[in-house]
């Protein structure tokens, strides 16, 4: 499985929108700091996954997540794929013991199929939003997840298509 973590807050950008010819877009921004962190572990060919929305993005959270992983799948030994960040190879880490992790090179997010999953959300549910809350803002987190998890053969990584096309509809 790949293992990965993405931050998504209530501050927002910008991004191109359309329009009726001759009028200017009104577009709300906001700059609270404010973030909520997907952890998500995907096996890329069947789609299997596991997600959590934690508070922050750390050890102690990674510790949770990795539990969370261990009992999703009790009778499985999971080679998990993380990239090098500090909390995934911090000292107080407890790795389960159906876990095994083993580490992609520096600076290779491309290496990661997950990184797909965050690049999709962020694409089709923070364009040009404002969030009143951190609530609002994991529901808008959640919806792809909770279609990724309902299709787990169909929403494989490798056919990844099928899910942005679910998300959009």
Known sequence: MFQDEA?????????YCWCKNGIRPSVPCHHIREYRYVYGAVEPITGES??????????????????????????DRIILVCDGTAWH???SLIIPENIR???????????????????EIRKRGFKNEVFQTLNKLSIVCVLP?????????????????LLMRLIRN
């Open 50 to 75: 596991c997600f959590l929305i934690m508070p922050y993005c750390n050890t102690n959270c990674m510790n949770v997540f990795l539990h969370h992983l261990s009992l999703a799948y009790p009778k």
């Open 145 to 161: 997840l909770i279609i990724f998890l309902r299709l787990p053969s169909q929403a494989s990584l490798q056919g990844v298509g």
């Open 89 to 91: 190879k911090s000292h």
């Open 7 to 15: 931050g998504f807050g209530r501050i927002n950008k910008l991004k």
């Open 101 to 119: 992790l083993v580490f992609i090179p520096p600076y290779t997010p491309e290496m990661n199929p997950i990184e797909q999953i965050w690049k």
